[in-house]
């Protein structure tokens, strides 16, 4: 029964997960958006049921190491969220379950030793470079690699792009019109710094000035999420800081920290800067929904282009932003937004899941370059780093060269001419 869920002895997010647990009436609409029950076919792999097993370790009935594979198979994608008329708060029930009961001694050795090395380097844009870096020297004795690490051996890049380092501050091309700070994440600063440049180019141009706070740090959604409390919440009382209490808005490009950050209430529950994290909290946007509130210059390509947009997860369903990425895109004169079979399903990436959860994520990852090349798009737009690695890297596995651009360099490659340039013709045809 649920009165046995003793919110002293859980901590204090015992109440937000006694709050999730008793909400759920378990009326199953949350079933057909999962995309691990759509694919295991599991009740215990569905949002309905493992509310019950969460339940049910919360009660003292069942001991959390029984539950475990299923709270590790889960994305984290709050799909369910969105499809449940009962309101559901499944994303802050599962991260402060995660955090609740962080260790599983059902994990094998070598997914212990994965989640190690993402959670000590990822979110460290240093460590995380020299990491790649590293993999990509050893070359074929990757080869070599114990099967264990193969989900990180996959995911080396071919390449790394240069690193850039963004100005501290970028002033508003002619008049002023708005301030704003940005939160440029980790992973993007390593894998794709032209995100961070280009939305720089794109907001000054708006007439926006731009500060990139030095002492940030990352949003600390990896660590979260993975059930590390105290260093997600150590890097959000870095970020407190570094971003100050001016009031003026902080920018994301990710819709991983973006989410991540609108968490901080909760990742600081119970401690003496909650209220500074919820303050931080309400001043974070994302990129696309602070822009699509501009006048921007008229924006065309000369040619009809259709472009797909995926919805992340963590913009989509966690954060409800749906709209401004899509009206944005609309701006430019002869682009067609075309939408995907299944949009709600997650692409598979979902922070570290690709590393978690090999199988799973390359299935859907499968399944979403399918239906992006169903689409008969020329151009992918997305807003999450994790989303492009993903989808890009499927694609390619399909034979196709479709540019998979964040949101913001797209509206960059319109506004100076380059993205007519990028589009080869073989595109379209490489569909398979
Ligand atoms: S839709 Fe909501 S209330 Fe219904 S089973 Fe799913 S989580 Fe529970
Ligand atoms: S967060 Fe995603 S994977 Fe997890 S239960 Fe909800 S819909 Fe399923």
Redesign the pocket.
Known sequence: MLHRISTETLGPRGETMAEAVTRCVHCGF?LP?????DLLGDEAD??RG?IFLMKEVLEGNLDPQQVAPHIDR???????QTACPSGVP?GDL?SSYRASYPKSSARSFFAKLRRRIASLTVPYPRRFAWALRMGQWSGPLTKLAPRGLKPLVDLLPASLPDPQTPPEVSPALGEQRAEVMLHVGCAAQVLNPDITASAIRVLTRAGVTVHVPRGQACCGALHWHMGDADRAAKFAKQNVTAFGNRSIAIISTAAGCGSGMHEYPLILKGDRQEAAGADFAHRVSDFSVFLDRLELAPLSVSRPLRIAYHDACHLAHAQKIRKPPRDLLRRIGGVTVVELIDPEF?CGSAGTYNIDQPEIASQLGMRKAQAILDSGCEVVALGNIGCQVQIEQYLRKLGSNIPVLHVAQILDRVQDGRLEAMLTPGAVAARG
């Not at 958006?33 to 029950?37: G, I």
């Not at 889960?74 to 369910?80: A, D, F, K």
């Open positions: 949350c958006t999962c995309p691990t029950y569905s949002p493992r889960c994305l984290g994608c709050v799909s369910c499944y599962l997650c």
